[in-house]
T-cell receptor
């Protein structure tokens, strides 16, 4: 079974530029999360999807961040415009069925210069 | 929301010894608690889940305890090996199974 696939793995952009991250979840895993992880910290939830519906986006900074999950499968997280403080790892994760285990992708490492 | 505390300082131990990592939380006891391992440059990987009605859970060289009175979980690695060196994250359920809140993690270094 393929795991959670994220791209790009690494991205360096100048501040005020836009950036987008893509996540391909595990097949059949309906719950999808985007987490933000700063250096030396644990992951922090940005948004949770149940199928194509965003059911918890209370931690998403909506002035510059947006996310979508078309057809309840792949998801995209966008930042526009990026700020220096957005430099971090953006993790996509899945939970499927009745299990409580969350499966993480390898993350997209963003550096804003 | 929960405040989760894990030792911020790295834990250095000798190979073959037992490593013990601590996770403390401040508010209500969650339905379950999870431990993850994270290697540098990688995403977290699930290790163990323990429910509030379970005192202890084991998996090979790993053992997790959950004390709802102390609001604490302990994570043990017995007969530790250099390959066990990583950051270990504690996570608590805050949404009926749909939202995990993570601690900051503790870095473990197992030396020869």
């Amino acid at each position: 079974e393929a795991g959670v696939v994220q791209s790009p793995r690494y991205k360096i952009i100048e501040k005020k530029q836009p950036v987008a991250f893509w996540c391909n979840p595990i097949s059949g895993h309906n719950t999808l999360y985007w987490y933000l992880q700063n250096l030396g910290q644990g992951p922090e939830l940005l948004i949770r999807y149940e199928n194509e519906e965003a059911v918890d986006d209370s931690q998403l900074p909506k002035d510059r961040f947006s996310a979508e999950r078309l057809k309840g499968v792949d998801s995209t997280l966008k930042i526009q415009p990026a700020e220096l403080g957005d430099s971090a790892v953006y993790l996509c994760a899945n939970r499927g069925g009745s299990g409580n285990t969350i499966y993480f992708g390898e993350g997209s490492w963003l550096t804003v210069v | 929301s929960q405040k989760i505390e894990q030792n911020s300082e790295a834990l250095n131990i000798q190979e073959g010894k037992t490593a013990t990592l601590t996770c403390n939380y401040t508010n209500y006891s969650p339905a379950y608690l999870q431990w993850y391992r994270q290697d540098p440059g990688r995403g977290p990987v699930f290790l163990l889940l323990i429910r509030e009605n379970e005192k202890e859970k084991r998996k090979e060289r790993l053992k997790v305890t959950f004390d709802t009175t102390l609001k604490q979980s302990l994570f043990h690695i017995t007969a530790s090996q250099p390959a066990d060196s990583a950051t270990y994250l504690c996570a608590l359920d805050e949404g009926g199974g749909n939202k995990l809140t993570f601690g900051t993690g503790t870095q473990l270094k197992v030396e020869l």
